[in-house]
């Protein structure tokens, strides 16, 4: 069973950065589309931005884009949520997601229900 573990969230004012990371044990890594997601008190889990099996197809939501990038590292197995001029608006528990894809697979999957596996989520609170 793979190990998944969230890490880089935390308390900032607006206008900071942030970089969220999902590492995923096993060998497997290179063979996932992934996304992020996130929920914020009160309201359904939102796709925030979307990769990719290798890495060159993206999504992002309208609220978040040209501030925050998505990547994975297969080398590293980890996957990131560069995070910059944050908002409060922005605060919420960030969850990464990911699904194996077949080989040459380019499609990105913005619904949580595309996604089986789960992290256990970081909290990021923006104040402003």
């Known amino acids: 069973q793979v190990q998944v573990v969230e890490s880089g969230g935390g308390l900032v004012q607006t206008g900071d950065s942030l970089r969220l990371s999902c590492t995923i044990s096993g060998r497997a890594f290179p063979n996932y589309a992934m996304a992020w997601f996130r929920q914020a008190p009160g309201q359904g889990r939102d796709a925030v931005a979307a990769i990719s099996r290798g890495g060159g197809n993206t999504y992002y939501a309208d609220s978040v884009t040209g501030r925050f990038t998505i990547s994975k590292d297969d080398a590293k197995n980890t996957m990131y949520l560069q995070m910059n001029n944050l908002k409060p608006e922005d605060t919420a528990v960030y969850y990464c997601?990911?699904?194996?894809?077949?080989?040459?697979?380019?499609?990105?999957?913005?619904?949580?229900?595309?996604?089986?596996?789960w992290g256990q989520g970081t909290q990021v609170t923006v104040s402003s």
């Open positions: 997601a990911f699904r194996m894809v077949s080989p040459f697979d380019g499609s990105v999957f913005k619904t949580d229900v595309n996604y089986p596996n």
